[in-house]
């Protein structure tokens, strides 16, 4: 299982970006897929996840109204547009899931390369 993000660059601030990630591979099931950041010496922390079939969703409370998440099951694909960044928001993002590889083997959580992303003037 691959899972591989893109999106990431430099922007201003109160600018946008829009992350996406593709999970490949030996893929039985999703259940969930989100975004994870971290920045160096602190904890990484969970941004945003959704259920694959979209219908709940959770934010840390430092992006709620700010950043989206969306999936596309058919595509094994996650999506965060991130809006009105802030300077704050600069980190490495992490894609992630959790998922079935095949019938025989118990779901796991799976995390793709980061993607650097970074809010400066």
């Known amino acids: 299982v691959q899972l591989q993000a893109s999106g990431g660059g430099l922007v201003q601030p109160g600018g946008s970006l829009r992350l996406s990630c593709v999970a490949s591979?030996?893929?039985?099931?999703?259940?969930?897929m989100g975004w994870y950041r971290q920045t160096p010496g602190k904890q990484r922390e969970l941004v945003a996840a959704?259920?694959?079939?979209?219908?709940?969703?959770r934010y840390a409370e430092s992006v709620k109204g700010r950043f989206t998440i969306s999936i596309d099951s058919a595509k094994n694909a996650v999506y965060l547009q991130m809006n009105t960044l802030k300077p704050e928001d600069t980190a490495v993002y992490y894609c992630?899931?959790?998922?079935?590889?095949?019938?025989?083997?118990?779901?796991?959580?799976?995390w793709g390369q980061g993607t650097q992303v970074t809010v400066s003037s």
């Open positions: 591979g030996s893929i039985f099931s999703i259940n969930v």
């Open positions: 959704v259920t694959s079939g979209g219908d709940s969703a």
């Open positions: 992630t899931a959790i998922l079935v590889p095949d019938p025989t083997t118990p779901g796991g959580h799976y």
